[in-house]
């Protein structure tokens, strides 16, 4: 038997799913949600083989429900949305359903998952080529079990940490696994300045700039931070405070 | 023609009779030539004035120098002196029934100099004043109308803009509710007709009534209850005398969607919307509050375009910055909007 969970926020968009897996007896539905929080905690509990998944949800989208996942299932996507299509297969979607769903079109997404399955392909997201083409204003953090959706102005700075990024809000640290020069591609260049090789400094935060060493600098935050600054980054710093 | 002359021919008639009256009391006053001779002596000196004025104001119509106007009128006047003295001088010599007046020609002479050159001048400045105001006037009137025009452009640029992902999920709730429940299904179909119809080809600029873009924000609202199965509920309480009440068109629907938006799409509770309108001081004002999800970035930050647009189209319509009114008091986010009543 195959395990679904099916997380979508209407209910009538849910009845058509249950309603053309009954049709298929080798599909069984362990679970559904309606929103990517329950929907992150029934995939950590239940361990589905695969999910119906709207993109669109309250709380955490369904792709950055996707992202949390350190074992992902494999996903069908079903949104009215047709711009996340291209987004969808970098997560290595098995197929992507646009709403009303034909049933026909529904089969046509279940055999896909069936070869999938018979040449084993793992459905796994490589996040390092996941190529941030939709704006975003936020990232998602898991910090110890629970979940913290910090917006971008809310961060002070970046450091970079092996695989992982130090998120530094006034208040607290948190840590991410992904790299610096991925998440500079979802920040505002005008605000998010990447003055150093392991550090992107949210010049809202920044106070004052101080001489360090020789010929260095060192940003210093509002936060009391210090946020060091290459030559380069130095530069950098000057063009877009306009000095 | 109507332009030319002043504006009215009964300008010229009106003229000619003072003219004549003019001439009679100068000539009889002066010279006590006899009524017969000094009436017909004004009657020829206002048949030769008239044209050589209404000349005047065709050209003072047609060219108006920028600079030295003054001089300009001067000189225009001199020369149509000159003219009309030489005219009339060769019609004493020549007509047999002004032969008597000829006497009286040389002693008078003085007198049609200066009255004549003063007649030019007074009427030269009043033509060209008037003229001058008309053009103003005018360019005035033009720009007016351009303004308008970039106004009513830009309030459609501000179009109301339709959220194809609203259609596909009804729709998507459609279709599961044709399985389900067949008669649900055909109501929810009349309602998303009935709301698509109102929302498609609307002139922009024009207003509503409060009752009328209500009903259509119901039939939005109605449908968000089905395809959210009564997660969603809402409150509507209309003043009864704000029903008539002017609205520009579909400046509501942005602020509800709006709070959908950020009230039931993005939260996980039962959420109740508002929306109340009174009158107060000759304006109607009409609040929609929604509740938020406070973890969340706040509701203020996120307006995008809708709220914004909304503003934009209040100020190009009624000339105020101060008709869009935003509070957030904890988890309840409410947009208070005023549109002053002619």
């Known amino acids: 038997m195959i395990k679904v969970v099916l997380i979508d926020d209407e209910p009538l968009a849910l009845q058509i799913l249950k309603e053309y897996l009954t049709e298929n007896s080798d599909f069984i539905i362990i679970g559904e949600a309606h929103n990517g929080f329950d929907g992150y905690k029934l995939i950590q509990t239940e361990k589905p083989d695969l999910i119906f998944l709207d993109v669109q949800m309250p709380k955490l989208s369904g792709f950055e429900m996707l992202e949390l996942l350190d074992q992902k299932p494999s996903v069908i996507f079903t949104t009215a949305f047709d711009q996340y299509a291209v987004k969808a297969f970098e997560y290595y979607a098995i197929d992507y359903l646009l709403k009303p769903i034909a049933k026909n079109r529904f089969q046509t997404a279940i055999s896909k998952f069936k070869n999938a399955k018979t040449l084993n392909l793992k459905s796994e997201t490589d996040s390092e080529s996941i190529t941030y083409d939709i704006p975003r204003d936020r990232i998602v953090i898991k ?101 | 023609m109507k332009n030319v002359f002043l504006g009215k021919w009964q300008n010229i008639v009106g003229l ?31 048949l030769v004035l008239t044209p050589l004025l209404i000349g005047m ?37 020549h007509l047999d029934f002004m032969v008597e007046s000829k006497k009286t020609l040389s002693e008078t002479m003085i007198f049609r100099w200066f009255g004549t050159f003063i007649i030019f001048n007074l009427f030269g400045f009043i033509c060209f004043l008037f003229y001058v105001n008309k053009e103003k006037a005018q360019l005035h ?14 309030i459609s640029k501000l179009q109301y803009q339709f959220q194809p992902h ?97 009230g039931l799409y993005e939260t996980l509770d039962q959420v109740e919307i508002k929306i109340y309108s009174y009158l107060l001081d000759n304006h109607l004002v009409v609040e929609i509050s929604n509740p938020f999800d406070i973890s969340l ?17 209040l100020e190009l319509s009624y000339f105020r910055h101060d008709l869009v009114k935003i509070s957030e008091i904890e988890n309840v986010f409410k947009i208070k909007i005023t549109i002053p009543q002619v």
């Open chain 2, 297 to 313: 970035q706040n509701q203020k930050k996120g307006t995008g375009f809708g709220i914004s647009s909304v503003k934009k189209r």
């Open chain 2, 16 to 46: 000619n009779f003072f003219l004549l009256f003019y001439g009679f009391i100068l000539f009889y006053g002066l010279k006590n030539a006899g009524f017969q001779n000094t009436f017909l002596d004004a009657l020829v000196s206002v």
């Open chain 2, 166 to 262: 609203f259609l596909f999920n009804s729709l998507n709730s459609i279709y599961a509710l044709i399985g389900s429940q067949p008669e649900k299904a055909r109501e929810m179909i009349v309602l998303l007709s009935d709301f698509m119809r109102f929302v498609s080809n609307k002139d922009y600029n024009a207003t509503s009534t409060l009752k009328n873009e209500i009903s259509a924000i119901e039939m939005y609202l109605e449908i968000e209850k089905v395809r959210f199965s009564n997660r969603l509920k809402t409150q509507i309480e209309l003043m009864p005398d704000t029903l008539n009440a002017q609205i520009p068109i579909l400046i509501l629907q942005p602020l509800v969607e709006n709070a959908i938006k950020f």
């Open chain 2, 141 to 154: 009137a033009h720009l007016l109308t351009s303004e308008k025009l970039a106004r009513d452009t830009e």
């Open chain 1, 143 to 243: 910090e110890s079990g629970k979940l913290e959706i910090i917006y971008f102005d809310k961060i002070c700075f970046f450091e970079a940490n092996d695989d992982y990024i130090n998120v530094y809000t006034a208040s607290k640290m948190y840590k991410k696994k992904i790299t610096l020069s991925k998440i500079e591609q979802f920040l505002n260049p005008t605000k998010f300045i990447k003055t150093h090789r392991s550090y992107i400094l949210n010049l809202d935060y920044l106070k004052n700039i101080e001489p360090y060493e020789k010929e260095n600098f060192v940003a210093v935050l509002i936060t009391n931070h210090k946020v060091q600054i290459s030559k380069a980054g130095y530069i950098k710093l000057k063009d877009a405070l306009g000095i």
């Open chain 2, 57 to 93: 104001s065709f050209l003072l119509y047609f060219y108006r120098p920028k600079k030295d106007s003054f001089l300009y009128i001067l000189g225009l006047s001199l020369f149509l002196t000159g003219l009309y003295v030489g005219i009339v001088k060769s019609l004493h010599l």
